[in-house]
């Protein structure tokens, strides 16, 4: 075999329903992804125009990873749309770069074992930082965000969701039906919020906002009322 | 001496971001810089409009990329200040013409022989964007006191620091002081609220901006011009000189008399 051939079976490119996948393996991040654009090289016409979603399983990556394959595969007309990692930094990184995480299929087996080992309630996303418009985090358990989140910005967590800082943007939780989620924030003002299948009202914006709590009440509304110190 | 280069963005367009090139570039070449101006804005050239040197241009870009001239013979000289140049874009081709990398080769190229690259990148966040942001070793945000251009100016900043560009400064662009003392428009302190950055400066709406845009002699050329002059101070800023914010208000005039009488703020 010669050394080309070694590169390019490499990494494996499959048709999905959203356009292509292709799957790396734990091997060397450099060498996959020498192979997969080398495999693009080889058949421009094949690849012209594609979306392309990648499975890093278990690969750390970068910004700067993430940025120079896509940079890369745009100079081929190959639009990165999609980065599905077992990796929550990668997960993470990719979100914050704009791009999908998770396809239409939900991942098989492996994304199960994560969730049997540790109880839903004891797993958050920590999240230090401004969550700035056109800004996607999507989590399956509880996060938290010290920091703002902005208009324009959604945050969709299948657990709780807590900010320290402004909510002006969207926030789901118990995104799967959870009733029993919560959102808290130091101040809830002018943004729109759902639990489960519930959608609060417009808020209107506090002149002297407090920390408030939103949940469903026992007449099955959305209801946000000031945290009670007591 | 390496060149400093400065992008210019702002996701939403119309915001003022050509202008603001021609005039920072005009202010630092006033002040004896040398600089170039780069239009990023593959296939909807402007900013040799602004300029005053459309009819000028032979090369462009383009060329310069595709080897079918040096980079010397795209550089156009402003016609009143012989340390500026513009690389005009194309406007015949899209923006796939040009890669990041490109970008980054013309940008090293440059370095050595000037104080400023200022790049005008074209609105929205896809290819052109990110070849305006690539070679830039500081960006500024430009954006109106709208709330969709806010939005939008939000979601480049955070694009910017997922790829570790950096924090970028801040130009807000055409505040009107009166719609803000009667709550009508967002004011410096909301925006800068939301966006978390650091300011760099705030320029007045001011009708001579668009006169001196038509006629391709950029407003800080006019001693007088409010916004001429905020544009200095933004280009001295940029020169490591510590100018104070304008006081906007100090305006006068009939109407801010008025209301000073009637007791409005």
């Given at each position: 075999m010669n050394t080309m051939e070694q590169l390019t079976s490499l990494v494996q490119i499959k048709g999905i329903r959203d356009g292509l996948m292709a799957t790396f393996t734990d091997a060397s991040w450099e060498d996959q992804r020498l192979a997969l654009i080398q495999q693009i090289d080889e058949k421009p016409t094949f690849f012209q125009g594609a979306r392309l979603a990648i499975d890093v399983g278990n690969q750390i990556l970068k910004v700067n990873d993430i940025v120079e394959l896509r940079d890369q595969l745009s100079e081929r007309n190959v639009a990165l749309w999609a980065v599905i990692s077992e990796s929550p930094t990668t997960e993470q990184t990719s979100q914050l770069l704009g791009l999908a995480t998770r396809i239409s299929k939900p991942r098989p087996e492996e994304r199960k074992n994560f969730v049997d080992t540790i109880r839903d309630d004891d797993v958050a996303l920590f999240l230090y930082k401004t969550i700035r418009s056109g800004t996607r985090i999507e989590y399956p358990n509880n996060i938290v965000i010290i920091g703002d989140v902005n208009p324009g910005a959604e945050v969709i967590a299948d657990g709780n969701v807590v900010v320290w800082g402004r909510v002006r943007g969207v926030i789901h939780a118990g995104a799967k039906g959870n009733r029993n989620a919560f959102i808290c924030a130091l101040d809830l003002s002018a943004s729109q919020l759902r639990i489960a299948d519930e959608v609060s009202a417009e808020l209107k914006p506090h002149k002297n906002p407090k920390p408030e709590i939103a949940s469903i009440n026992e007449e099955g509304k959305l209801q946000a009322e000031f945290w009670n110190v007591s | 001496m390496t060149a400093q280069v400065i992008t210019l963005t702002s996701g939403?367009?119309?915001?003022?971001k050509t202008t603001a090139v021609a005039n920072l570039a005009t202010a630092l070449a006033m002040d004896g810089k040398r600089v170039v101006c780069m239009d990023g804005d593959i296939g909807l050239r402007n900013l040799d409009v602004v300029m005053g040197l459309e009819n000028r241009i032979v090369y462009d870009i383009v060329d310069v990329i595709e080897g079918r001239c040096k980079l010397k013979q795209a550089m156009i000289r402003d016609k009143k200040l012989p340390e500026m140049y513009l690389i005009p874009a194309a406007q015949t081709r899209d923006k796939n013409a040009v890669s990041p990398s490109d970008m980054m080769r013309i940008c090293n190229d440059l370095k050595p022989d000037f104080d400023f690259v200022i790049i005008d990148s074209p609105a929205g966040i896809e290819r052109g964007f990110r070849n305006a942001i690539a070679p830039a070793d500081k960006v500024l945000v430009v954006t109106n006191p709208e709330v969709s251009a806010v939005r939008d100016a939000d979601r480049v900043v955070g694009i910017l620091e997922a790829e570790e560009k950096g924090s970028p400064l801040l130009i807000l662009n055409r505040l009107n002081p009166t719609l803000v003392k009667n709550n009508d428009m967002l004011s410096a302190e909301d925006v800068l609220d939301l966006l978390g950055i650091q300011l760099l400066g705030i320029v007045p709406e001011d009708e001579n901006v668009v006169i001196g845009s038509n006629k391709g002699a950029p407003v800080v050329t006019d001693a007088k011009s409010r916004a001429g002059q905020a544009f200095r101070n933004i280009a001295k800023r940029l020169q490591g000189q510590d100018v104070p914010l304008m006081n906007l208000e100090s305006q006068g005039g009939l109407w801010s008399a008025i209301q000073r009488l009637t007791g409005r703020k």
């Open positions: - | 939403k367009g119309g915001v003022g």
